[in-house]
């Protein structure tokens, strides 16, 4: 994945200013995390708490559907986990 | 055409930021600070500026409220002094970091404990290295000056940094003087109007400010924020020569006023209102054919290093006096700064340091004269008589400067 600061004293923007909307797409977080979540979908009743609690917008949908996650930005936080409703629970976490 | 006005310090820069017209000011009283402060919010309340005036709860939040609306692209202000000054601690080097030109007059006042509320430098002394330009001033005239100078210094492409400009408490604050104000519309053409160079307020410019920085970067980012530092001499002298072709001023517009230094013997050094009193004394030692002298310096941070060293080169002895102390160091900061610009020079004068007026503690004109007596001894000696002494100090069995 492309850093997304490239540079030195004389060619950086003024202030530390980064002047792009949107970079933390391009930071990837996911090396931070010990656990990650995984997703076991036979259990899940798509109700979307994992995807409207995610501090970092890092569970996947696709075609409506909750899928599993985006371990680039996922940092292993374990909220999905801790929200989700279902029993047993449909994330899980693993020791990465 | 100018007009005489009889101002305190206080009015006198409230009547700078009158002519700056800012577009946010945040304020938060202390004294000595707080009738400067009063007189603006009588301004704002008669509609005579069209500024938004903050009323915060700290100095802390007047700070950040003045990064935060200059950040968003308007010209801002706030103005402190002593623990007001320490409490913003934390924003200033953010200020400056983010490289916000924003100009704060600090009445400079004694940090506490113990509690005092009179003048001198420990506080912009002890804020000395958060990233601010320091600008100090001999009296009310200068105060005004100087806040209308620095708005275009820290205002400039090249500097975008945020400048103190430093009054003594009372001694300046309080003091009524008769001051010379400009006309508002040449006032207004040499400040010109505010044109930020980044505003967080563009949706079509969308801007990160204040990202985490990681060993990566940030070192290149303090190298890079040194740089407006670095640019801002010429700038201060530009702007300075511009004022005084633009209002025939008669104040200092350079980074210090060396008085009766041509041919001087022995001079002291010295920062703000105490350069009165020492114009004065050395003025009467030239009538009486001592070849005495004096740096007052307006520019202390950036420090004009090599200047100082030009003006000492062939004195024999200087006196540095400091109205802090540098506890640890070697005497007072002003003191550690003239030393240093001397390091490799030759010949070097003998060199001492004298520490007055901590707490207000009052400095006359003997006690100068005594300075100069001791430089005297020194030259003849050819060592300091003191390397560090204390003026007007109880010191007990030690006697301390006697005026
Ligand atoms: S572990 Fe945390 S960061 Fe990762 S998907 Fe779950 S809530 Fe989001
Ligand atoms: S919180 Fe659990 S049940 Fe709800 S969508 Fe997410 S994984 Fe499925």
């Known amino acids: 994945m492309k850093k997304y600061i490239e540079g030195t004293v004389k060619s950086l923007p003024l202030a530390g200013l980064i002047e792009e909307a949107g970079t933390a797409k391009k930071y990837n977080t996911g090396t931070w995390g010990t656990f990650k979540p995984v997703f076991l979908e036979e259990h899940c009743i798509q109700c979307f708490f994992c995807w409207v609690y995610c501090p970092d917008s890092a569970v996947t949908v696709n075609e409506g559907k909750v899928v599993g996650f985006d371990y680039d930005h996922c940092k292993g936080c374990a909220i999905c986990a801790y929200e989700c409703p279902t029993k047993p629970k449909s994330i899980v976490m693993e020791k990465k | ?403």
């Open chain 2, 1 to 403: 055409m100018p007009e005489l006005l009889a101002l305190t310090g206080n009015d006198a820069v409230a009547y700078a930021m009158k002519q700056i017209n800012p577009d946010v000011v945040a304020a938060y009283p202390i004294t000595p600070q707080t009738s400067l402060m009063q007189k603006f919010a009588d301004y704002v309340a008669d509609g005579e500026v069209d500024t938004e005036l903050v009323l915060v709860e700290s100095e802390h939040s007047a700070m950040s409220a003045t990064l935060g609306s200059q950040a968003a692209g308007a010209r801002s202000m706030t103005a402190t002094s002593a623990c007001g000054l320490a409490l913003m601690w934390e924003i200033l080097g953010i200020t400056s970091a983010y490289r916000l030109p924003v100009v704060m007059p600090v009445v400079n006042r004694a940090l506490s404990g113990p509690i005092n509320i009179q003048g001198d430098h420990s506080d912009t002394m002890g804020a000395r290295d958060c990233g601010w330009i320091q600008i100090f001033s001999e009296n009310a005239q200068e105060a005004y000056e100087n806040t209308l100078q620095a708005i275009r210094i820290a205002e400039h492409p090249d500097v975008l940094t945020p400048i103190m400009v430093t009054l003594d408490g009372f001694i300046i604050s309080h003091g009524l003087e008769t001051v010379k104000v400009y006309d508002d519309a040449p006032v207004k053409k040499f400040l010109r109007d505010y044109q930020a160079r980044y505003t967080l307020l563009d949706p079509s410019k969308p801007l990160t400010l204040g990202a985490l920085d990681f060993s990566d970067y940030y070192f290149e980012h303090k190298v890079s924020q040194l740089q407006g530092m670095l640019k801002s001499p010429q700038v201060i002298l530009d702007v300075g020569k511009e004022f005084y072709k633009t209002f025939d001023g008669d104040c200092c517009y350079g980074f210090y006023e060396a008085h009766e230094m041509k041919d001087a013997e022995m001079a002291v050094i010295v920062l703000g209102s105490t350069a009165g009193a020492t114009r004065m004394v050395v003025d009467d030692l030239r009538s009486r054919g001592v070849a005495a002298g004096m740096i007052k310096i307006r520019s202390y941070r950036p420090f004009p290093y090599d200047e100082i060293a030009r003006e000492l080169a062939n004195v024999k002895a200087v006196a540095v006096l400091d109205r802090s102390i540098a506890y640890g160091a070697d005497g007072g900061p002003v003191h550690g700064d003239v030393r240093a610009a001397l390091y490799g020079k030759h010949p070097v004068p003998v060199m001492s340091n004298y520490i007055y007026g901590l707490g207000g503690k009052p400095i006359d004109m003997e006690h100068i004269m005594g300075v100069f007596d001791d430089l005297k001894e020194s030259i003849v000696k050819g060592h300091p008589k003191r390397r560090v002494g204390y003026i007007n100090l109880k010191e007990g069995n030690t006697p301390s400067l006697v005026g």
